[in-house]
């Protein structure tokens, strides 16, 4: 049972299907020793426990939701409360992060609310989630110039196109409406 998860360190202690969601009561095994806050060692004593909803990514055709025990722990330092640490949850999202790397993912091919829809989310939430990963494969990206540029024209669906090509990596650039000289340059400018 406690593979139910494919998440190591945790424990799970059920699973059930109710309608078209699977929800697996579970809670997690590392615990804290070290006071998030002040930063004093070994005073953390157990403050009582939350249940905490999780969503995971879809499993078997079904939304998944982790309903998690999560301790609560007092610093007998600085009187401040924390929980403890879930290394496999989002720090800013009630979901897993293979649940947000999913959506990042599913967002490139699939419409926002088709997601939402599959994941069992707010709609606005798939958007935020996109656009963050959005914003890491634009700066991960690199712009390489080819060595060898390929230009030539092209009739698609009864209309004139420019199209460009990098002979030296065998690999499609950019396809223009038009064959005009402006637009050429437009496109080598960019």
Not at 96 to 109: D, M
């Amino acid at each position: 049972m406690n593979h139910a998860l494919m998440l190591i360190g945790w424990d799970v202690t059920g699973v059930k299907v109710v309608g078209n969601v699977q929800q697996a009561t579970a809670s997690y095994q590392g615990l804290l020793d070290t006071c998030p806050k002040c930063g004093a060692v070994g005073r953390l004593y157990r403050h009582g426990t939350k249940i905490v909803e999780y969503r995971d990514a879809p499993a078997f055709g079904k939304q998944f939701v982790i309903q998690c025990k999560v301790q609560r722990f007092r610093c007998r330092e600085c009187s401040e409360t924390c929980m403890q640490p879930l290394p496999d949850m989002d720090e800013r999202r009630h979901m897993t992060k293979r649940c947000v790397e999913y959506i990042g993912q599913q967002g490139i091919r699939r419409t926002f609310a088709d997601i939402a829809r599959d994941v069992g989310i707010d709609e606005k939430t798939v958007r935020n989630v996109c656009q963050g990963h959005f914003k890491r494969l634009l700066s991960q990206r690199k712009i390489e110039a080819p060595i060898i540029l390929g230009i030539d024209e092209v009739n698609l669906l009864h209309r004139r196109r420019t199209v460009f090509v990098d002979i030296g990596g065998r690999r499609f650039l950019d396809m223009v409406d038009g064959m005009d000289r402006q637009r050429t340059e437009r496109w080598l400018y960019k």
